[in-house]
């Protein structure tokens, strides 16, 4: 093992690709074996600062959890709002970050749950059943990523562009409907429609809302899929090397167009809680959702440009926005501040990646 | 055996934006027709005309700062925050802060520095544009709330009320006519200048540009303090013209730069474009803005068509240049 | 012509295979059998690459049959191929850097227990066949972490998980160093042993000849002869791929050579070339040879600027030049045309008329605007002088043929009329009638004063060209030789690193009749050629 480290830290990775791991995937072996070979080589501070670099995202969601609890008024009160703050905002960046892991794109996010949350309410208005409104949001949210994956993977227009044209598409659609406002179903469907779902704590607790557990679930599902199906696996294949994978004989923008879907589906997802939450569509439900969603994926330990990031790192990303975002509300600050935060912090781990990266030539 | 000229009609479509411009005129056509006809109103008006130009105004600006940063490669989304903070900041300049005609230059310096501060990350540390910008959308968006507070400023000097209100020659508004000037250099700047010929080197091959001699670092960072100008001039006409700051402006006015831009012609990638296709971009947007208005169209049936447009104007773009070689 | 055995594995008869306005391969027969090395020479161009294209299902053939196993086949896929155990390890890697080496190993072929990836099996399996190929590294590193060596290893290994027969191998030692080629062959032959064929292209003739067991050599789309190695000479093969005279080719006027124009003195940078000098001086071709990874192309970079170096000293013209400047580099008189035309030298998707006017640029404006007269001109002048073939310099230079491109590039710093010219690898890739013509260019371009180096390995090209000839070993300085009366053995053995020849003085008159020497030595293509085995013969540094 150590010989192995030895090794693989003597050579020099000549394609020059990130490999500093931000993040869980893979990580713990390597992890050990930085540990255990860098420190019996290159001195005990050296190692844990390689400890450091390599999982930036835990150790930085970690410091903030301890800073928040002892430093921040109540905070220690306020787990589950977290929590379940986390669970509505979080959908999106969780399906935003299977189409990242494939190494494109999606502007089109916040619009899509937007559009979801619309459906929902229009559905149910129309046709009285709240049940069906659910289920015709989330399709709703799959065909709008049925139509990013075709555009990118069959006409091949880059993900940068055709996201941004979609999303006029669906900011226009959205808008539409509520105009300047909200839309919302009458009476009592509009009882049930608020009481549902974001509504439903189990035992009480808030940090065991439905949709927290609706969220878990599917985190748990896709950690499972992409970890041990070929489906999953694809993706990552389709992020770090499509030709490889293409002369492999794996369909490559077959496996891109389904991460453009089940992205879709998760925006429908998150209309739906949003449409819970709110007991209504509100036409600024999908304005800013995009940055955040990218911010979470990359501070989490997503790559930009594809092949790495698990369901963790989302996580991870997630639980750090929505700490920063809480945390900064209990101590009375102004919500811009949470964006300057999260706008610093995004650079500060693009800067980080790109001093691990670069560390790892120096052997 | 090397001839200059090439058919006319291939020149034409090989121009950027050509396609666009012809589609322009197309509608322009069928509105003018059909206008009269649903809401009473005549299209094709001196009068209309530069309202487009008018409201197209800023976005236009902009759009001729982005039109270089998007030619050597990268993108910058920041812009709209960039705006939001600089009109802002001009306001209080003026008035809270009393420097009066002085906030014109102050706010110029701003842009620079905002400017500055995109080009440092990007080139300097050779951070991703899309997530480095992105990232100080959020910081510019957050300066502009956090040291305004949230009220909504006046700016009250004479000179803002020639730029809000004044016309060059009786005839075309201050604004247009900064938006024409701006125009006009950043042309100038991309088609005649080595600066701008080697903007295009870079997008196109920036590893082979080092082999040129290029200093791409240099050139790139100048792009986006560029860019940070052209907010600077478009918060100044925008405070100009609604006399007041509302934080809340900048919204997602990038993606309105990036589609005038990219409607024009210039590739995303880097290496194709030009400025005027940008104006054709702009004024594309503008004219079916306005008219869709003529034939009482909702704006938000305007967005979803212009998605639709954008996306068949990519693939019109990619399909004529797989067939047309490189 | 071969015939077909009984119990061939793969057997090619009368193959053609046509493309819009050429035909690549007119009757090619070809057959492997099991468990031999066969390997397949030729030039570039001579049809090597589509007849692997055929055999492995990435072309299909227009006409003549294709039997596997005696059977006859037809893929439209390499996939069929790969179901029929013929697998391709191609020269440019295709390897997932951020995924594990098992990742990559079981790539699109992953291990599974019913519906979903069998994750110990996969390790297990990965282990089992990194020990097969002696590759001493966890299952778990990322594959962009090894060397290009070990990667190529993967991409064997690759082939074994999806029980190859036939591994076609496409010059697979071209970028590997000497120890790794080593290794490569103690790999190849035990898949041999395990009864696994290869098939290796390569134009190494020393190793063809030290590791095969049969020789096709193909020329211009056809069969020129299959034979066994043990009844094959070098020269014969040479004389079978060249087949013609190539003493016109090369043209080499006489030309006055006058003084130093550049010095180069202690170039260093650690790991990479160790304590280069040498001289150019005006109107003198010099040619830098050497095996591939040589440092040739570091040093030439490392003079020009766009990488450092940290020791040593660079003189143009009598001015220093600062390290890491590559503008002040091209003020002082320096040009560069690289080795990768494509990736490192033009703008495919700009036009000519750019691609060419880009470095003069700032000589052609007055404050930073261009004066576009003056860029068509010169961009016409150069475009006639040097027969660029287009029919408007406003077409994207992406569009243009090997030969036409290589010429913008050059035409790029002919405009500025550098002191010195560096050309890297000038000819790679081009069809032999621009070749000519480039060789003429240089030509004229000593003869009017300018000091030219080339970077080459072809060993033909720098003895044809070249008024003197320095050879590279792993970052140093072995050789500094006058062509003339120079034997290409002396070269080559400089070249792997054997003798340590004194840097002589350059003869006081040029060389007369410098093109003729071809006659007298034995025509060997490449370094190895002369080596003999490379067992135990490398490392030796003087």
């Not at chain 2, 540009?209 to 907010?231: D, Q, W």
């Not at chain 3, 016109?248 to 650690?270: A, C, F, H, Q, W």
Request: with cysteine.
């Amino acid at each position: 093992m150590m010989r192995a480290v030895k090794d693989t830290a003597a050579k020099v990775d000549a394609a020059g690709k990130e490999t500093g791991a931000a993040g869980w995937s893979g990580g713990a072996q390597k992890g050990a074996a930085a540990l255990g070979g860098a420190a019996a080589q290159k001195g005990f501070g050296r190692a844990v600062r390689d400890f450091l670099f390599s999982y930036n995202s835990a150790v930085i969601f970690a410091a903030l959890l301890v800073f928040a609890t002892f430093f921040v008024n109540k905070f220690s009160r306020n787990y589950s709002t977290v929590i379940f703050d986390a669970s509505i905002y979080g959908c999106i960046a969780i399906g935003l970050s299977l189409v990242m892991v494939t190494g494109n794109i999606d502007l089109s996010v916040g619009f899509q749950a937007a559009l979801g949350a619309v459906v929902v309410v229009q559905v149910s208005k129309l046709t009285g059943s709240l049940p069906l409104g659910v289920i015709c949001g989330l399709a709703a949210g799959a065909v709008c990523g049925a139509l990013n994956g075709a555009v990118v993977t069959r006409v091949g227009i880059s993900p940068l562009i055709a996201t941004i044209a979609s999303n006029y598409i669906f900011k226009g659609i959205v808008y539409y409907f509520t105009k300047n406002g909200s839309i919302y179903p009458e009476g009592e469907l509009r009882e049930a429609l608020k009481n549902s779902i974001s509504k439903l704590w189990l035992g009480g607790f808030k940090a065991l809302a439905l949709t927290v557990v609706i969220v878990a679930v599917v985190l748990a599902t896709l950690a499972f899929i992409m970890r041990n199906t070929d489906f999953g696996n694809n993706f990552y294949i389709a992020g770090d090397n499509a030709e490889a994978g293409k002369l492999a004989g794996i369909n490559i923008p077959r496996a891109q167009f389904f991460a453009y879907v089940l992205c879709g589906l998760l925006c429908g997802l998150a209309g739906v809680f949003l449409a819970s939450n709110s007991g209504a569509a509100v036409y600024t439900q999908g304005e800013g959702r995009d940055v955040f969603a990218i911010s979470a994926c990359v501070i989490g330990g997503i790559k930009m440009a594809g092949g790495k990031g698990t369901m963790l790192n989302v996580l991870i990303g997630i639980l750090i926005m929505r700490i920063i975002s809480t945390g900064m509300n209990l101590m009375l600050l102004p919500s811009a501040w949470v964006d300057f935060v999260s706008g610093v912090l995004l650079i500060v781990v693009l800067v980080i990646d790109k001093v691990t990266s670069v560390k790892t030539e120096d052997a | 055996m090397t001839k200059d000229k090439q058919s006319p009609l291939r020149w034409f479509f090989s121009l950027s934006g050509s396609g666009v411009f012809v589609a322009l005129l197309v509608f322009i056509a069928l509105v003018s027709i059909a206008a009269p006809r649903v809401t009473g109103g005549q299209f094709f008006t001196w009068s209309n005309i530069i309202q487009v130009f008018r409201q197209q105004t800023y976005i236009g600006i902009i759009a001729c700062g982005m039109t270089l940063v998007i030619i050597t490669g990268n993108i910058d989304l920041s812009v709209g925050s960039q705006l939001t903070l600089m009109t802002v900041l001009c306001a209080q300049f003026s008035n809270a802060w009393g420097f009066g005609n002085w906030a014109l230059p102050l706010t110029l310096l701003v842009g620079v520095t905002c400017g500055l501060t995109n080009g440092l990350l990007v080139s300097g540390l050779k951070l991703n544009s899309f997530i480095t910008t992105l990232g100080t959308s959020s910081i510019f968006g957050a300066l502009a709330l956090i040291l305004v507070s949230g009220h909504t400023l006046r700016a009250k000097t004479a000179l803002f009320d020639v730029i809000g209100t004044g016309m060059v020659l009786g005839l075309i508004p201050v604004p247009v006519v900064i938006l024409l000037a701006v125009v006009a250099v950043f042309a100038f700047l991309a088609g005649r200048t080595v600066f701008g010929q080697r903007l295009y080197a870079i997008g196109a091959n920036p590893v082979a540009a080092r082999f040129t001699g290029i200093k791409s670092r240099r050139e790139v960072a100048i792009t986006y303090v560029l860019n940070g100008i052209c907010c600077a001039i478009a918060a100044i006409v925008l405070l100009a013209r609604s006399e007041s700051a509302n934080p809340q402006i900048g919204g997602s006015k990038e993606m309105d730069v990036i589609l005038a831009v990219v409607l024009g012609g210039t590739s995303i990638l880097g290496g194709k474009g030009s400025v005027w296709g940008t104006v054709i971009g702009f004024l594309f947007i503008g004219f079916m803005s306005s008219g869709f208005s003529f034939l009482a169209f909702s704006q938000y049936t305007q967005w979803v068509i212009m998605g639709v447009i954008l996306l068949v104007a990519l693939a019109a773009d990619l399909y004529s240049e797989k067939r047309g070689g490189v | 012509m071969p015939n077909g055995e009984l119990g061939d594995l793969l057997e090619l008869r009368g193959i053609e295979k046509e493309f819009p306005g050429v035909k690549a391969l007119k009757g090619v027969s070809f057959t492997v059998r099991p468990g031999e090395i066969h390997a397949l020479c030729g030039e570039n161009g001579a049809g090597k690459s589509t007849l692997i294209k055929v055999i492995t299902g990435a072309h299909a053939h227009n006409a003549g049959e294709y039997l596997v196993d005696g059977k006859e086949v037809h893929f439209s896929s390499t996939d069929e191929a790969i179901g029929l155990g013929i697998s391709c390890v191609y020269q440019e890697l295709s390897i997932a850097p951020q995924l594990d080496v098992a990742q990559n190993l079981y790539i699109g072929n992953l291990p599974r227990k019913g519906r979903l990836i069998d994750h110990k099996k996969l390790y297990a399996e990965t282990s089992r066949i990194l020990a097969q190929l002696d590759l001493d590294v966890p299952p778990k590193t990322p594959a962009g972490e090894l060397s290009v060596g070990q990667q190529q290893m993967i991409e064997i290994g690759r082939a074994l998980t999806r029980n190859a027969r036939c591994i076609i191998m496409d010059e697979p030692t071209s970028s590997l160093s000497e120890k790794e080629a080593d290794t490569l062959f103690g790999i190849i032959r035990k898949l041999k042993a395990r009864g696994i064929a290869i098939v290796y292209i390569s134009h190494k003739l020393d190793e063809v000849m030290m590791l095969s067991d049969r020789i096709t050599v193909i020329r211009d789309g056809e069969n020129i002869v299959t034979q066994d190695t043990s009844k094959t000479t070098q020269d014969g093969l040479i004389a079978h791929m060249i087949g013609r005279s190539l003493e016109n080719m090369y043209r080499k006027d006489p030309t006055e050579i006058g003084d130093v124009m550049l010095s180069v003195s202690g170039l260093t940078r650690p790991g990479v070339f160790t304590d280069v000098g040498f001289n150019v001086r005006r109107g003198e071709v010099v040619g830098f040879f050497g095996l591939v990874g040589a440092g040739r192309s570091e040093i030439m970079r490392a003079l020009f600027g766009v990488d450092r170096y940290t020791e040593g000293e660079v003189v143009l013209d009598g001015k220093r030049l600062r390290a890491g400047d590559p503008p002040g580099a091209i003020r002082s008189g320096l040009g560069f045309c690289t080795e990768d035309r494509k990736k490192e030298g033009l703008m495919l998707r700009l036009t000519i008329l750019l691609n060419a006017t880009l470095v003069k640029l700032p000589l052609m404006s007055k404050y930073g605007v261009i004066d576009r007269a003056k860029q068509r001109e010169e961009a016409h002048r150069y475009v006639e002088s040097i027969s660029i073939k287009c029919p408007s310099v406003h077409q994207k230079a992406g569009n243009l043929s090997g030969g036409n491109q290589q010429k913008v590039v050059l035409a790029k710093w002919l405009m500025l009329a550098p002191k010195v010219l560096i050309v890297d690898e000038p000819t790679r890739g081009i069809d032999v009638g621009s070749k000519a013509e480039i060789y003429g260019i240089l030509n004229e371009l000593a003869k009017d004063g300018m000091g030219i180096i080339v970077v080459s390995s072809e060993i033909e090209e720098i003895m044809g060209v070249c008024d003197r000839v320095i050879t590279v070993f792993e970052g140093r300085v072995t050789g500094d030789f006058p062509v003339e009366g120079l034997s290409s053995d002396r070269v080559l053995a400089a070249a792997l690193g054997k003798a340590m020849a004194q840097p002589t003085g350059l003869p006081a008159a040029p060389p007369d009749g410098a093109g003729a020497h071809t006659e007298d030595t034995a025509p060997a293509t490449t370094v190895e050629a002369a080596a003999g085995t490379p067992d135990g013969q490398g490392g030796d540094e003087a």
